[in-house]
C-alpha cells in the first residue's frame, strides 16, 4: 500500500503565496505520476497539475503562470508552488498518485486525505 500525507494548506490573502507538499511512503516500486486535485463542496473534482516522473507537466487553464508543480523523485515527494492566489482558488486540494508497488504489478491511483486552502481578505 502506498500512503500520501499532504502538509501547506491554511488562510491566505487574495495576491499570497502557499506551497503544498505531499509525501508518498509505503510498500513503492514506482512512480510514473504525480498530481495535484481540487474539490470546491457541489462542484465536480478538477485537476490542477500533474508531473511525470520525467518532469512533463500539465496545468489547468485557471492556473496556468501561477501555480508550480515540482517533484523529488529520491523523496517520492510532490509540491505546489501557488502564487498571486485568488479567492476562487479555495478548495480541498488533493494529492494522487500513480504508482506501482511491486516491479511487475499493475500501476494503481492513490489520494491523500487533501488540504484546505482558502484565499480570502
Same mark, same amino acid.
Do not use: H
Given at each position: 500500500?502506498? +500512503?500520501?500525507?499532504?502538509?501547506?494548506?491554511?488562510?491566505?490573502?487574495?495576491?499570497?503565496?502557499?506551497?503544498?507538499?505531499?509525501?508518498?511512503?509505503?510498500?513503492?516500486?514506482?512512480?510514473?505520476?504525480?498530481?495535484?486535485?481540487? +474539490?470546491?463542496?457541489?462542484?465536480?473534482?478538477?485537476?490542477?497539475?500533474?508531473?511525470?516522473?520525467?518532469?512533463?507537466?500539465?496545468?489547468?487553464?485557471?492556473?496556468?503562470?501561477?501555480?508550480?508543480?515540482?517533484?523529488?523523485?529520491?523523496?517520492?515527494?510532490?509540491?505546489? +508552488?501557488?502564487?498571486?492566489?485568488?479567492?476562487?482558488?479555495?478548495?480541498?486540494?488533493?494529492?494522487?498518485?500513480?504508482?506501482?508497488?511491486?516491479?511487475?504489478?499493475?500501476?494503481?491511483?492513490?489520494?491523500?486525505?487533501?488540504? +484546505?486552502?482558502?484565499?480570502?481578505?
Amino acid at each position: 500500500q502506498v +500512503q500520501l500525507v499532504e502538509s501547506g494548506g491554511g488562510l491566505v490573502q487574495p495576491g499570497g503565496s502557499l506551497r503544498l507538499s505531499c509525501a508518498a511512503s509505503g510498500s513503492i516500486f514506482s512512480i510514473a505520476v504525480m498530481g495535484w486535485y481540487r +474539490q470546491v463542496p457541489g462542484k465536480q473534482r478538477e485537476l490542477v497539475a500533474t508531473i511525470t516522473s520525467g518532469g512533463s507537466t500539465n496545468y489547468a487553464d485557471s492556473v496556468k503562470g501561477r501555480f508550480t508543480i515540482s517533484r523529488d523523485n529520491p523523496k517520492n515527494t510532490v509540491y505546489l +508552488q501557488m502564487n498571486s492566489l485568488k479567492p476562487e482558488d479555495t478548495a480541498v486540494y488533493l494529492c494522487k498518485v500513480r504508482a506501482q508497488t511491486t516491479r511487475w504489478g499493475r500501476p494503481a491511483d492513490y489520494w491523500g486525505q487533501g488540504t +484546505q486552502v482558502t484565499v480570502s481578505s
